[in-house]
């Protein structure tokens, strides 16, 4: 076995495809946010499996209830992406035998079930084992015609870009948990429990899914410079970025402390948001269609035949570097 360090997260993940047997007509191509398996008369079963891990994924602050429940809605966010309604989840939950006591586990229950009841879906079975950290591993299962799902690969140029929200606010509040950075406590307050308490734009998905007008999708949990990439990549396309998607708390906090309101909204992570290419004519339809479930969508820029990713900001053109969270390299 060798122990020598080298491989990021995406590297390890593209080694191991690499050492697979592809299925084949794969309805979902390796390396999109769901996987699926064809049921007959246009209807695919969505799977998805995503993992928190403490060290990596809880910060301090953060209790057992809200990070078992952060692990549901870590895996519902991909579901919104592709415009799925999750229906069912298995739960793989590893802890080490200091948190074995009665009130610790049912606190992770209570976690769990709470957020599978906020996106209508259930638990309904699982596994549990010793570690030396707590692990919980959800597997999420869905239902969805074919033809609807959000894939990530079908940009075109002139598409228009869009999020479901601002930017910037989870990074804001890692800082404060993490670095013990400074912000007034109302603004700490919100910026704090967008790292504890996240939520999933599956309503937005479901939403955008049934209008057809969107052309590419992702979850924005690794950072939103990361997740244009990664549709660009996905879809041999570029982007022209011309309206930061800054949250409002964000850019106080990055004024207060000096920071590059840059950095916070393009290059942070856990947002949890949606970034879309929409068809140009039916942008009016998706905008109202997200409006009627209680969300906003925001146009950010359009994508472009020259595969690059740029933005421009007061007539200064920057280039967004493919970076972003990733395991293995991110603290």
């Given at each position: 076995m060798n122990f020598s360090s080298g491989l990021g997260e995406r590297e390890i993940i593209e080694k191991i495809w690499g050492c697979l047997d592809k299925m084949p007509r794969m309805p979902v191509p390796f390396g999109d946010d769901v996987s699926a398996v064809e049921l007959g008369d246009g209807k695919l079963v969505v799977l998805k499996t995503?993992?928190?891990?403490?060290?990596?994924?809880?910060?301090?602050?953060?209790?057992?209830?809200?990070?078992?429940?952060?692990?549901?809605?870590?895996?519902?966010?991909?579901?919104?992406?592709?415009?799925?309604?999750?229906i069912a989840m298995l739960v793989s939950l590893g802890l080490p035998k200091k948190l074995t006591a009665e009130e610790n586990v049912e606190e992770i229950g209570r976690g769990l079930n709470a957020g599978a009841r906020e996106y209508n879906a259930y638990i309904i079975g699982g596994d549990t084992n010793e570690a030396s950290d707590i692990v919980i591993s959800v597997s999420l299962f869905g239902i969805?015609?074919?033809?609807?799902?959000?894939?990530?690969?079908?940009?075109?140029?002139?598409?228009?870009?869009?999020?479901?929200?601002?930017?910037?606010?989870?990074?804001?509040?890692?800082?404060?948990?993490?670095?013990?950075?400074?912000?007034?406590?109302?603004?700490?307050?919100?910026?704090?429990?967008?790292?504890?308490?996240?939520?999933?734009?599956?309503?937005?998905?479901?939403?955008?899914?049934?209008?057809?007008?969107?052309?590419?999708?992702?979850?924005?949990?690794?950072?939103?410079?990361?997740?244009?990439?990664?549709?660009?990549?996905?879809?041999?396309?570029?982007?022209?970025?011309?309206?930061?998607?800054?949250?409002?708390?964000?850019?106080?906090?990055?004024?207060?402390?000096?920071?590059?309101?840059?950095?916070?909204?393009?290059?942070?992570?856990?947002?949890?948001?949606?970034?879309?290419?929409?068809?140009?004519?039916?942008?009016?339809?998706?905008?109202?269609?997200?409006?009627k479930v209680g969300g906003k969508l925001i146009r950010i820029g359009r994508v472009t035949a020259e595969e690059q990713i740029t933005l421009e900001i007061n007539g200064e053109k920057h280039v967004v570097e493919p970076r972003g969270w990733e395991h293995f390299r991110s603290r």
């Open positions: 995503d993992m928190l891990v403490a060290e990596t994924d809880v910060p301090p602050g953060m209790s057992l209830r809200q990070a078992a429940r952060k692990a549901v809605v870590m895996n519902v966010s991909d579901f919104a992406a592709k415009g799925v309604k999750p969805a015609k074919k033809d609807a799902l959000m894939l990530r690969s079908e940009a075109k140029p002139e598409d228009l870009v869009a999020v479901t929200g601002g930017f910037g606010k989870t990074t804001a509040g890692l800082k404060i948990l993490l670095d013990g950075l400074k912000a007034p406590e109302k603004l700490r307050k919100i910026l704090v429990n967008s790292v504890l308490m996240p939520y999933a734009r599956l309503r937005e998905g479901l939403a955008l899914s049934r209008t057809r007008a969107v052309t590419a999708s992702i979850d924005s949990s690794d950072g939103l410079a990361w997740s244009l990439h990664e549709i660009a990549r996905a879809s041999s396309v570029g982007f022209s970025i011309t309206h930061l998607p800054i949250a409002k708390e964000a850019a106080e906090f990055a004024r207060i402390n000096n920071l590059d309101p840059l950095e916070l909204t393009l290059y942070g992570g856990e947002e949890y948001e949606l970034v879309l290419t929409i068809k140009p004519n039916l942008w009016e339809k998706a905008e109202k269609a997200v409006e």
